[in-house]
């Protein structure tokens, strides 16, 4: 990122009263302002024009069950929110993950964002994809766990795929994978992805609020994972 470009976006977070931006790049900033850098790595597919479904197994797979699926895959609507909010809590449970979004976030994005596979009239699974200029990235994705038979992950990744390379996208950004979810890193090359460097910088506006809210989310993210660690949580 350009000096310019860094300090519009400290211009624009100042203006919000924000207290810590965190930048995503190839590489680290060396802004003196930065006090933690986080080396998470991503996977990409560098040019999505070229992304031929017929390349890669997995999406060979979706492409043939397609025809004869009974999942109904679909664009987002208004009053979705809640079905995707209670997917998420739910992929988190199995994950001990920590909720970051809330169902009025779902129910803004989904509109605009989502794509859902319907079976049997019940939302059994959602990705969502955000664009910015021409980069695609995938946000958010579940499914539920008894319809895996249908292979609702498959389906919306594939048409997910088709959409943004449809709509004049160069390139699709998986994002990184959380910790500990290898197979999702492994699931995400299956489609064509490849390793791409991605560092997060924290760069503190307010460096004594910011590093507080960093300790205080750090915290609380553990707590989370222990309480849904703990039976019956």
Sequence with gaps: MSEAALAARVDAARGLRADLMRIQSERASEDARIFARH????????????????????A???????????????AGRPGDGIHLHRLY???????????RYTETYFESIAPH???VAVLDGTISGFVCTGFR???????????????????????????MLRCARDAGMSSFDFLPSP??????????????????????????????????????LRLSNKLSSIRRGLPGG
């Design 179 to 216: 910790a500990g979810q290898g197979s999702l890193s492994a699931y995400k090359r299956a489609w064509g992805g490849s390793d791409s460097p991605l560092v997060v910088s924290d760069l503190a506006l307010n460096p004594l609020r910011a590093r507080a809210f960093t300790a205080a």
């Design 133 to 159: 200029g021409k980069r695609a990235c995938y946000m958010h994705g579940a499914h539920l766990p008894e319809a895996r038979g249908h292979y609702p992950s498959d389906q919306l990744f594939l048409t």
């Design 113 to 115: 964002a989502a794509l």
């Design 60 to 74: 060979r797979r979706a492409v043939n069950r397609l025809a004869r699926s009974e999942l109904e895959i679909r």
């Design 39 to 58: 080396e998470l790595g991503s996977i990409l597919i560098p040019v999505l024009g070229e992304w031929n479904e017929r390349s890669w197994e997995k």
């Design 89 to 99: 809590l739910s992929t988190l449970h199995r994950h001990s993950g920590a909720s």
